[in-house]
């Protein structure tokens, strides 16, 4: 390893080391020297050797390292301090970590809190560094760990029965990324005003439970229950973009604290192609959606019975903290009842990739896992609508829906106005997006042949899923490229929670055989007020039709 290099992870670990023993409050003298080394090798640096150490032009041409480095020398030094940092850290930790379980303490425990926390005789170990450069003033580094670690934590618990427990975690494994954010650079030691910490990336944490002279199981549903509520208080505590910011040198750092940048609007169309799980029937399937998977950010679609085909069309909102690095997670789920669910595909959507203000129509391939870097099975596939909204556009992001009222959500606004005593107030509104649909279906092309001679008689049936409204075309006789300019107005009452089911059928004289469909939500065109498409047929070999669609609008704004 470079010497440039290891300096400044010396002065990484260095800074924080002293974060840690400084805010002990029985920090030993003997502590304070075991630092002393480390301190002597960074005193002299200013804030524009911190910055030089960063820059490629500042090591001579000879000098060659990787971004991420073995830290053997670095996994030394911390074992043989570990003991001074476990006394420390410990009540730390146990100090920040116990609200945050009382908060998402579960229903069957009247209280939780611990009895005894120490992160025991093992250290971590570090695998690997890297230095981040996303051009802010400040230092980022993101350290990888591996820790099979022998803490000795035992929960009080209280069940609401009156049963109390003292419950053991062992068995801890964990795998990780932290981020260290040194930020602002100042020209002054230790070169950065504060330090940011955060679990950037949790690649595993297993643990298991046990009572202490007891069997956990015994009381159905505790074990469950509170290895839920562990996860939730990591999430909620130290996982990015949550992070935690200590003041090195005196002076206001409340902007590198988490706050919300916006908000995400979600409409989950519907699914196709997804996996039969049943053995009579099909799956009945559901989806939960999430940016930071905790309970109470998590959001949960109804259950579609017996179909591998389901149509949604609902809407979720979701507040994002860091729209670099965040994503959304969809996970689609067969309702198994009283069993627990089983999962029939994910996917993920990161949300760099949406432009402010502009509704984005995906369509996603489900995996079975998010983690795979392959996975070529068929699982299906999940259309969503994402629209981001960024605090602080209202000047020039107004609702397309109409100029007077300023776009927060596709389905809710804010608007000041007089009230009818004409006083000034601030009302919520529920806008009705109601409105006439006038749909031309002009043609279609390939369509796959239904009868012996390799023909089709097609006709299509425009239906409105919320309202039931039909409409059909005339029949084009033995034509698998039909053409028929034909024009249908629906009367909408409700747009933004409305879908268009196009279906395709070949007439027969004893009835009528199913060649395809496309479904439309009815966003885009009451964004954009008329647009015409070409859209493939689902559930068919080929084929696809051609549409005009026009909206003309008539808003409803309700008081709530």
């Known amino acids: 390893m470079s010497f440039f290099a290891g300096l400044l992870i010396g002065v990484v670990v260095g800074i924080s080391l002293i974060v840690v023993f400084v805010r002990s409050e029985n920090a030993r003298s003997t502590r304070r020297s075991a630092l002393a080394t480390t301190i002597a090798a960074f005193a002299r640096m200013t804030v524009e050797d911190s910055k030089k150490l960063l820059a490629p032009e500042y090591y001579p041409s000879w000098v060659v390292f990787s971004q991420r480095q073995k830290l053997t020398w670095l996994n030394a030094h911390l074992t043989k301090i570990w003991p001074y940092v476990n006394e420390a850290a410990s009540e730390l930790i146990k100090a920040n970590v116990e609200p945050i379980l009382e908060q998402y303490r579960p229903m069957v425990l009247s209280s939780l809190s611990f009895s005894k926390f120490t992160l025991g005789t093992v250290a971590p170990q570090f695998t690997g560094v890297s230095i981040i450069e996303d051009g802010s003033e400040g230092i980022t580094m993101e350290l990888e760990m591996n820790w099979d670690g022998n803490p000795s934590i035992i929960l009080d618990i209280k069940t609401r029965l009156g049963v109390g427990l003292p419950v053991q975690v062992k068995n801890l494994a964990f795998t990780g990324v932290f981020r260290l954010i040194f ?31 007891g069997d956990i199981s015994a009381i159905p549903g505790v074990a469950d229950a509170l290895e839920s509520t562990i996860r939730d208080a990591v999430e909620d505590s130290i996982t990015w973009p949550v992070r935690k910011v200590i003041p090195i040198l005196p002076g206001d750092y409340s902007d590198l604290e988490l706050k919300p940048v916006g908000t995400l609007e979600v409409k989950l169309v519907q699914a196709q192609g997804l996996t039969n799980k049943d053995i009579i029937g099909k799956s009945d399937p559901f989806a939960e959606l999430h940016i930071r998977p905790l309970r109470n950010r998590t959001k949960t679609s109804k259950v579609i019975n017996n179909d591998l085909n389901p149509i949604w069309n609902e809407h ?6 860091d729209i670099s690095t965040q994503h959304l997670t969809v996970k689609i789920y067969d309702d198994e009842g009283l069993q627990a669910a089983e999962l029939l595909g994910c996917a993920q959507v990161q949300l760099c990739q949406l432009e402010p203000g502009k ?16 996975d070529n099975k068929d699982r299906g596939k999940v259309h969503l609508e994402l629209l981001y909204c960024p605090y602080g556009m209202e000047n020039g992001f107004t609702n ?45 092309e390939d369509l796959p042949p239904t009868d012996l001679l390799g023909k089709a008689d097609p006709f299509v049936v425009l239906t409105m899923k919320k309202t039931g409204m039909k409409n ?23 747009g933004l929670h409305d879908m268009l089911v196009v279906e395709v059928y070949d007439h027969d004289t004893f009835g009528k055989d199913y ?46």
Request: some cysteine; overall charge positive; glycine content about 6%.
């Open 183 to 213: 930020k602002p650079l100042v020209p002054e030691f230790p070169c950065f005003g504060a330090v940011s910490f955060s679990l950037r990336h949790k690649k595993q944490m297993d643990f298991t439970l046990k009572v202490v002279g």
């Open 316 to 321: 979720f909102e979701f507040v994002v903290e």
């Open 472 to 494: 059909s075309t005339r029949v084009v006789n033995e034509n698998l490229n039909p053409v028929w300019n034909q024009t249908f107005d629906f009367v909408v009452e409700d």
């Open 515 to 560: 060649m395809g469909r496309c479904i439309l939500t009815l966003t885009r065109v009451i964004l954009e007020g008329e647009y015409k498409d070409c859209f493939p047929l689902d559930g068919a070999k080929s084929g696809k039709l051609n549409l005009n669609l026009k909206w003309m609008a008539q808003p409803i704004y309700r008081d709530s």
């Open 400 to 444: 397309p829906f109409t100029s007077n009222f300023t776009m927060t959500s596709l389905e809710k606004v804010l608007k000041n106005g007089d009230t009818e005593n004409g006083d000034l107030g601030n009302k919520k509104r529920t806008v009705i997006i109601r409105g006439v649909l006038s749909v031309t279906v002009i043609s279609a």
């Open 359 to 374: 509704v984005k129509d995906v369509w996603i391939k489900l995996v079975k896992d998010l983690d795979l870097q392959r």
